[in-house]
């Protein structure tokens, strides 16, 4: 079995950090989380030993932890998510920390709090981040209040970590559609901003990652780059054409078909085609190689090999906060 040298979409939350905040209560019986009154039981989601053995059983050599979608409670005001966004990223660098080799934090960013998100990015020593695509939000990648935390994270050269939060479509309320749907909207939607907002032209060493595949933006990428071509209301016609602005994104692999995955591979660079298993949700990858034997063997060389060259060149440090 081949070696996967880096699973770029895994979650988990450190309950140490979290369970005495305001609004949270952490059943320890029954390892179950209550986040403003909703409660996160998937248990896996809080055992960091479950994450390192399930790589152990399919060779996957490290994984980039972030906190799932329920997690990011973007309804918080400002206050609220400075202290919650502490103790999330406090918690991920004392779980990586535990696993040095094996596991890497992706820091939370509350891009609904722009000055916030700024705020944080600035004070954390690190490259590498997590942000939330759309959500329970009005605010766009392409607001101008969004500026000042990509020049931060662009004068890094940042890897940053795009997953859909929760679509707010009430159409969208049955038979599982906020995720079946909803998600990879959500991703297209914070994308198209991001490419005719001009903020991947402008600043274009911000290395972006998409999760899922990149939701619905391989469908939608032509239809995008003719909307460019025909000068379309409201395209600005200055703007570096949308299939080029794709191809220098990053796109993990999880797609659920083998034609997705092709059109994935087929508009976004394939060398930029990342592993990623949304660990341990049902919605992912449970059997990586069984996922990934049906692809064409340069490409799975291609996935399995992917991500070492990403970790750049600074070491990742905690967060220089209080520890709890």
């Not at 000042?148 to 707010?168: E, N, Q, T, Y």
């Not at 949700?281 to 996922?291: E, N, R, T």
Request: net charge negative; proline share 7%; glycine share 8%.
């Amino acid at each position: 079995m081949s070696k996967i040298k880096l699973d770029v979409h895994a979650h988990l939350i450190s309950t140490a950090y979290v369970s005495d905040a305001p609004g949270v209560a952490w059943d320890a019986a029954a390892q179950s989380l209550s986040l403003d009154g909703k409660v996160i039981g998937l248990k896996q989601l809080f055992q960091p030993e479950a994450l390192i053995a399930w790589m152990d059983k399919h060779d996957v050599a490290q994984a980039w932890i972030s906190v799932p979608p329920p997690a990011y409670r973007q309804q918080l005001d400002e206050g609220a998510s400075e202290d919650w966004s502490n103790r999330l990223n406090e918690g991920a660098a004392a779980t990586a920390a535990r696993y040095p080799d094996r596991l890497k934090p992706l820091y939370h960013l509350p891009v609904e709090h722009p000055g916030l998100a700024a705020k944080l990015a600035r004070a954390l020593d690190a490259e590498h981040f997590s942000l939330c695509a759309g959500g329970e939000t009005d605010l766009t990648f392409s607001d101008a209040r969004l500026e000042p935390l990509w020049s931060i994270l662009d004068a890094r050269k940042a890897f940053v970590f795009l997953h859909p939060g929760r679509c707010c479509d009430g159409r969208l309320s049955a038979f599982y559609l906020e995720n079946l749907v909803g998600n990879p909207h959500e991703t297209a939607v914070t994308v198209a901003h991001l490419v005719f907002g001009g903020i991947l032209k402008r600043f274009s060493d911000i290395r972006f990652c998409l999760s899922h595949g990149g939701g619905t933006v391989p469908m939608l990428a032509g239809r995008w780059q003719h909307g460019f071509e025909t000068k379309q209301p409201g395209v600005d016609m200055q703007m570096t054409p949308p299939a080029a602005l794709l191809s220098a994104l990053y796109v993990d692999c999880l797609t659920h078909s083998p034609a997705a995955l092709a059109c994935s591979a087929e508009i976004f660079a394939k060398e930029r085609l990342l592993f990623g298993s949304d660990w341990p949700f049902l919605m992912g990858l449970s059997q990586p190689h069984d996922y990934l034997a049906h692809l064409p063997q340069a490409l799975r060389d291609q996935i399995y090999n992917a991500g070492p060259e990403l970790l750049g060149a600074s070491q990742i440090t905690p967060p220089a906060s209080q520890q709890r």
